[in-house]
Each structure stands twice: as C-alpha cells, then as structure tokens.
C-alpha cells in the first residue's frame, strides 16, 4: 500500500513538529482526515493545548474543543518516542534572526536532528519554514541523513512546501490560499500534493524546484518590505514638505495601477525578517544587494525615526521633556494579533526613553508576561490627564472607535497625538496631531 492510502486509513500517521502559527493550524486541519501527531519541544506548550488554551489566539472558536473532545485524530505531545510513530513529518518550526540579523537556524536544525533520530526507510520529510534558497537541501537534508543513515530521495523522500499564514488576517487562510508545493521527485510530489490536497481548497501550485519554491516564498515578504520601506522615505520626505502622506496616497490611488502600500512599522516574524535570509545568501555569492538593504534600514530606522519626532513636538510646546510622560498604545507586531516578537513599537520607547521620558505602554492583545520577559518593559493602564502626548504606534480594533475627547482625556493639554496609521486624520482640532 501506499503511503497516502495508509494515512488515510490511519495506519500511519502525520507529525507537525512545531506548533506555532503556522504549525498549530495545520496540524489541526489534518486531523479533521488524517491520524495527526502535534509534537512541539517546549512542553508548556503542550501542556496548555491539552487543557485547551492556545496563547496565539489564531484559531477558529471550538476548534482545539474539537481536538480535545475526540472530533479530531490529534495527539499533542513533546515525547520523542511518540513522534517515532509518525511516517510523514512536517516540520514548521521558527527561522529568526540574531541581533546581528543573521539567520538564526538552530531550531531548524534541532527540528532535523529530532526528525532524523525518528525517520525509516520510505518515511517523508515536508519543511514549511521560511529560509534562504537552497537551505532545505545543503543544511536539513544532510542533517536527516546523518541522523537516520538512510539517504534523501532513496531511503525517505523530501519536500518543501512554503507556509502562507499571514497573523491576524480571518480572510486568507490555510484553506483558502495557494501552497506552493516541491520535492525530490515525482514520487515524492504525487504523495504530498494529495496530503495537502486534503486541507487546501484554493489549489496548489508545483514548483519546478525546492530552491524555487524556497525563493518564492522568501521574495514575497521581500517584495513588500521594499515597497513599505519606499512609503516610509515617501512619508519622510513629505514630513519635510509639511504634506500630509496619507493625503498624497489618497489621491494617488485613483490611478488603476497604483499600489496600496502604506508607511509604518515593520516588525514581526516574516516581513522584518525574511529579506534577511536573503541578504545572506547574496553575500554567500559575493553580491550586495542595495535595494533590499536600502529597504531594510529606511524600515529599521522608523521607530527612533517617530520618537524623535514626538519628542521635538512635545519640546515645540514649550514642555521639558525630560519632565514629559508619553503613552504607547500597542506593541504587538501589527494590529489584532499577540504576537510581539520583533516588535518595532519598542524602537519608539527605547528613543523615547533615551531623551529622559517617562513612557507606558498599553495593549489589549499583548500577554504581559511576554512584553517582560523579551523587552523588560510593564504594560500599563492608562492614567487620566496624565500625559504629555499619546502615539497609537498598532492600530487595533478597540483603538478605531477612539475619539478627540477620549485623548483629551488622557493628556494634559497641550500636548501631542501621534497617529502612525493615520487613523484619526482630519477629526483631532485641540491636540497637536502629527502622523507619518
């Protein structure tokens, strides 16, 4: 029999090892089909799974009740032994990058040596982790041989099928988005495109190659970090002029082909990180990009870039601003999401924090335990007429119904409103208002 008709009649199983945003969903999909086996190394996580709590807020309501209730074939474990029992292993496990914003692999890596300590001879491997072209097949797959003594596209076949998940965003989901899909072989392409088949409505897509199917993944976040990083310098520029960008992009836009990017803060496990990877091949091949790294500093820059600027304003209004109290409103990565690694947000405090401010930071999405454990900072409450200015850096949904007498509230006049989004533009009359 083959392996697709044994996953299907359950006499093998599936392992998702990693289970993150992009592992947790698939994982959870799958088992609607297939016997699943969700394996993470960080056993709290685990253990919140198995009592139904899942930290992300990414999923569906009921859908981990589901899970628990028996409705799906899941098993979340952090046992090694366990994940031995799998036959097909996907691995969607996290690539960072360090504080010199090179590429951090070691998960990935730790996520081969597990897998390869597990493999048998005519088991799969599928990698979903965003990485540099040409990863899968120089880092993991001599790991996975190494550790199981069997050879890539003999012993067990491979593949990479590049996530698409996208934190936070309700209309384009695992089910309803193109995948990308590659392998070693045709064999190997046949069994996975039917694995993903069974939860990918939207089709899929074959690459010609796993480096192709690599670099496409990795050029999409690339490609709109440039052109975000291109309205930033636009915003910039405009700033100077005393335009207000939001209105240039407004009348902008009633060109047909004109492209909606807009200025603002790039964070976040993808887009503030994935040009990176690249980066870092460029280099491995003797080339400098310019444009990818011109784009990476303008979007790197803009939170010092913003504190500055509520700074200069919070002094034009005649305030010592080492006496100054500033709020931050938001510090995940992007709005209505928890997610805060790579928050850029925290650019803002530290600039603010190195002129002598005394800064809060809110949030209704955040877990604080987090924002202390990675940044050392206290989310807060905020105080009535209490600040010197108030900058909405995430525009999360409870923020949108946020008016002037609401931030009137807050301030004690004069004082600033820092719009980044430029969510309030054209209703502030008694603050200072300022937006990028």
């Not at 890596?109 to 072209?133: K, N």
């Not at 003999?154 to 990308?180: A, C, W």
């Not at 088949?197 to 976040?221: D, F, Q």
């Not at 301030?411 to 719009?419: G, K, N, Q, S």
Request: glycine share 8%; net charge negative; proline share 4%.
């Amino acid at each position: 029999m083959g392996m697709y008709t044994d996953l299907l009649d359950k006499k093998r199983s599936i392992a998702v090892v990693g289970l993150g945003y992009v592992g947790l969903p698939l994982a959870l999909a799958l088992s609607a089909k297939v016997k699943v086996i969700g394996f993470d190394t960080n056993s709290e996580r685990v253990a919140d799974l198995r009592r139904g709590i899942d930290l992300t807020g990414e999923l569906e309501e009921g859908l981990l009740n589901e899970a628990l209730t028996g409705s799906r074939d899941i098993t979340f474990t952090s046992s090694k032994e366990t994940l031995k029992e799998a036959a097909f292993y996907i691995i969607a496990v996290p690539t960072p990058v360090d504080c010199y914003n090179q590429p951090q692999l070691d998960k990935l890596r730790d996520a081969s040596t597990l897998v390869g300590g597990a493999l048998c001879a005519g088991d799969y491997v599928v990698f979903e982790s965003t990485v540099f072209p040409g990863c899968t097949e120089e880092e993991c797959i001599p790991i996975l041989e190494i550790e199981s003594g069997l050879r890539g596209g003999r012993g067990f076949k491979y593949g990479y099928s590049p996530e698409r998940i996208n934190p936070g965003d309700k209309e384009h989901t695992l089910i309803n988005t193109v995948k990308i899909i590659s392998a070693c072989d045709e064999k190997a392409l046949s069994t996975i495109k039917k694995v993903y088949s069974l939860v990918v409505e939207a089709g899929l897509y074959h690459a010609p190659s796993i480096r192709v199917a690599e670099a496409a993944k990795i050029i999409e976040n690339t490609q709109r970090d440039v052109n975000i990083a291109l309205m930033n310098e636009l915003s910039i520029l405009f700033g100077r002029m005393g335009i207000n960008t939001y209105e240039v992009l407004q009348a902008a836009s009633t060109k047909w082909n004109f492209l909606p990017f807009t200025p603002g803060l790039v964070g976040g496990h993808c887009v503030g990180v994935d040009p990176y990877y690249l980066v870092y091949k460029a280099h491995e091949l003797n080339y400098h990009p310019r444009m990818i790294h011109s784009g990476r500093f303008v979007n790197d820059s803009m939170g010092g870039y913003i504190g500055k600027k509520v700074v200069k304003r919070i002094i034009a209004l005649g305030k010592n601003i080492s006496e100054s109290h500033v709020l931050v409103m938001g510090i995940t990565f992007k709005e209505n999401v928890s997610d805060v690694r790579n928050s850029k947000v925290v650019d803002i405090v530290k600039e603010l924090k190195d002129y002598g401010v005394t800064v809060d930071v809110t949030d209704p999405y955040a877990s604080a335990v987090e924002v202390q454990r990675i940044y050392k900072l206290h989310l807060t409450e905020p105080k009535e007429k209490c600040y010197d200015a108030v900058i909405v850096a995430v525009p999360h949904h409870p923020y949108l119904s946020f008016n002037e007498d609401d931030f009137l509230a807050l301030t004690c006049p004069p004082a600033v409103l820092a719009d980044v989004k430029g969510l309030y533009r054209g209703r502030i009359r008694e603050l200072e208002y300022w937006s990028l």
